[in-house]
């Protein structure tokens, strides 16, 4: 008798197909953002076993099996076991949110995911934080290796709580012996993401402080998708930066948006910046000034060396954030309505920032007649 095909074997023993060869990935902060399109994207993928799913809400994903609960939730440990790789995307890097209770979830949330993966017997966690770690400076260099050290200060949107986890990385192996952990940083995130920088680009004139030296490059989520799932299929590993190849120029990003610039004395620029937010009427604070004023322009030599390579293109990445901000207005880091976005639009970012330097004169003079 013959035997039987190759197909109808696999088809009676599905621990031969590859699916079942490969690994049973968890991902935390499934149900939104970046976690929710990496969850689809792994869960469609012939060589992942299975996607488990956390999150504090359900998300979409039919092929994910879902567990709902607060990734600060030591019962996470629970619901981890049979995971060969973690991957814990659960992060609150929202403009909005109260900064402490950010830095108590972001920091908390990443401790427990890390201590409840050893428990369980993961064997590799990713961690994803952002090129901004790096610290835009005057003299980095184009472009940084990912063994550049970590210059970066708590002074912008988030990054302080991105270097903790930074931290937390380098500390887990030591830990937690047999524990593997993987760092992606991408750059500039688009792709309905919200953050200081892709607000730079909902202005009606890019800000652009005298002296300094721009270098801008984008990371699409979907590229970053495909490194977090080289990352879990363990194709690379250590500290990866992924990107576009190559940056842009402020001249060639002014060129490309057609949004002209307004340019401001170094002085002027962090002062109305800083004032603005201590008052409460910008959610920026100044230090995300300087990752629009220097390069923070990464090689992503580590997964380029795996075969990794970027499907976007800066241009390509940065067409599609302006037709996302297409109708939304920012000045200094703060949306605008739409009555204030007509007056800002007539009037020019000029006249806008010198109304925003009035209000700040307003409180100071209200607080000293208190």
Not at 23 to 44: H, M
Not at 161 to 187: F, M, Q, S
């Amino acid at each position: 008798m013959s035997s039987p095909d190759p197909q109808v074997r696999a088809a009676r023993n599905p621990s031969t197909s590859p699916a079942a060869r490969g690994p049973v990935v968890a991902v935390t902060g499934a149900a939104s953002g970046v976690g929710a399109l990496l969850t689809e994207r792994l869960a469609a993928s012939d060589e992942i076993k299975q996607v488990l799913a956390i999150d504090e809400r359900r998300g979409e994903c039919a092929a994910a099996t879902w567990h709902i609960l607060d990734v600060r939730d030591p019962a996470i440990a629970e619901k981890l076991r049979g995971a060969d790789v973690v991957v814990h995307l659960a992060l609150d890097l929202d403009l909005e949110s109260d900064p402490a209770a950010r830095t108590a979830y972001n920091v908390r949330g990443t401790q427990t995911v890390l201590t409840a993966a050893a428990a369980a017997g993961v064997h590799r966690v990713v961690l994803c934080t952002s090129a901004m770690v790096y610290g835009a400076l005057e003299d980095n260099e184009l472009p940084l290796s990912e063994d550049a050290e970590l210059r970066a200060t708590a002074e912008a949107t988030g990054v302080g709580d991105l270097l903790e986890i930074e931290r937390l990385a380098k500390r887990a192996p030591r830990a937690h012996p047999g524990l593997n952990v993987t760092v992606v940083r991408p750059a500039v995130l688009v792709g309905g993401m919200d953050t200081a920088l892709t607000r730079y680009f909902e202005s009606p004139r890019l800000l652009v402080v005298a002296g300094s030296r721009p270098a801008w490059q984008f990371c699409h989520v979907e590229d970053l998708c495909s490194a977090l799932e080289y990352a879990v299929l363990e194709k690379v590993e250590g500290e990866l930066a992924v990107g576009c190849e190559g940056w842009l120029e402020q001249e060639e990003v002014e060129e490309l948006s057609g949004i002209r610039r307004m340019e401001l004395p170094s002085a002027v620029a962090l002062g109305a910046a800083a004032r603005l937010h201590r008052i409460g009427l910008t959610p920026s604070p100044a230090g995300d000034l300087a990752y629009t004023m220097y390069p923070w322009v990464v090689s992503g030599s580590r997964l380029h060396d795996a075969g990794w390579r970027p499907g976007w293109t800066n241009e390509e990445v940065l067409a599609e954030l302006l037709e996302e901000v297409a109708g939304r207005h920012t000045v200094a880091g703060r949306r605008l309505g739409r009555k204030d976005a007509t007056a800002a639009g007539a009037a020019g970012a000029t006249v806008a920032l010198l109304g925003a330097a009035a209000a700040v004169r307003r409180v100071r003079k209200a607080r000293r007649r208190i």
